[in-house]
């Protein structure tokens, strides 16, 4: 059965198919978002996963604006915030999916410090880091992960400064799940997210993205014709080995796959499990409260 067949199978895909709006389409045509959104849905719905059990958390930026194209339970946050929002959510709500989506500049410039104690805290979020290596959608300007040297928007001479690599942080920080995946390839990408939904801890998934209307270097024809896989290129790679993975991003290749995966790590819920016997866990302390004579007042 062909996943397309496993999909209108699952009988869930209508949940995230079948949505009309009459919000403006504002992503540019040929953007990445529309095949990572895609491949995101047909995720869920190869996994099963009922709509009704998963809150989409967005940042700001192209990428967040993902949030008025995809119906269900959707939080947009303050840019570079969402990670903290995410974990939030997830805190209150144990037993739902939290997904959360941010871009580049979200991750590694505005929100730098988040995704540090994102990933040293391992919460339970599948994490997909648009990567188009700019601020799309304020037009274009070199983020932190702009190459040496591209011309950009506030930077028409070129990017002076060298670029962070993303996964090198990442993998700086012991995480227990990362994986790279791009915009090129909806089955990879759909693979890549069942993984990543199925990880108890933190789940970045590094995903590579074209902005056909500011990124003129990493362009999608670009990605066809660089990206390669980690499982053809090297059969004997062992993700469980931080020190091979380290290795493989050191390296401007673009190298598809799971590039880390520590399943034994304990997640940060069952790090919480004493509280069991001792506090309440968040979800208990939630009270309903009547806010009607409150509201009346004002
Ligand atoms: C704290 C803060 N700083 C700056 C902005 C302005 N701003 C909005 S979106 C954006 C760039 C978004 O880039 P990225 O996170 O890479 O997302 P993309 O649009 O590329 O998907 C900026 C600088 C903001 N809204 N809030
Ligand atoms: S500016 Fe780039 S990232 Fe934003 S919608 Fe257009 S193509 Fe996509
Ligand atoms: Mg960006």
């Known amino acids: 059965m062909t996943n ?62 993902g949030s008025d194209k995809m119906e269900g339970y959707t939080i947009h946050g303050l840019h570079g915030r969402v990670l903290p929002l995410a974990a939030g959510v997830k805190m209150a ?9 941010a871009g580049d500049g979200a991750t590694f410039s505005e929100g730098a410090g988040h995704v540090v104690h994102a990933i040293r805290n391992d919460y339970p979020v599948l994490f997909i880091h648009h990567d188009n290596q700019n601020y799309g959608l304020t037009t274009g300007q070199c983020s932190s992960l702009t190459p040496k040297g591209c011309k950009m ?4 001479e070129g990017n002076p400064i060298e670029p ?3 996964l090198e942080v990442v993998l700086s920080l012991k995480p227990s799940f990362v994986a790279r995946t791009c915009c090129v390839d909806t089955e990879h990408m759909t693979e890549t997210f069942q993984k990543a939904l199925n990880h108890k ?19 999608h024809e670009w990605y066809v014709e660089n990206i390669k896989f980690i499982e053809k290129e090297f059969p004997d790679y062992d993700p469980t080995d931080i020190w091979q993975a ?23 819920l069952e790090s919480l499990a004493h509280k069991d016997k001792n506090d309440p866990m968040l979800i208990d302390e939630v009270q309903q409260v009547d806010v009607g ?5 004002l």
Request: hydrophobic content about 35%; proline content about 4%.
């Open 201 to 219: 801890g933190f789940a970045f998934v590094e995903t590579l993205q074209s902005c056909p209307t500011y990124n003129k270097h990493t362009t």
């Open 246 to 268: 380290r290795k493989l991003v050191d390296n401007t290749v673009p190298y598809l796959g799971m590039i880390y995966h520590n399943p034994k790590r304990e997640s940060f």
């Open 164 to 166: 962070l690599n993303p």
């Open 4 to 65: 397309t067949q496993q999909i209108a199978s699952a009988g869930i895909a209508h949940q995230y198919t079948d949505y009309e709006t009459d919000e403006v389409m504002t992503w540019c045509g040929g953007c990445g978002n529309y095949s990572i959104q895609n491949a995101l849905k047909r995720a869920l719905s190869l996994e099963g996963i009922d709509r009704a059990n998963v809150i989409f958390c967005f940042d700001v930026g192209c990428s967040g604006n």
């Open 93 to 101: 709500q144990h037993n739902t999916h939290v997904i959360c989506e």
């Open 153 to 156: 928007n506030a930077a028409p």
């Open 293 to 297: 004579n409150f509201m009346a007042t």
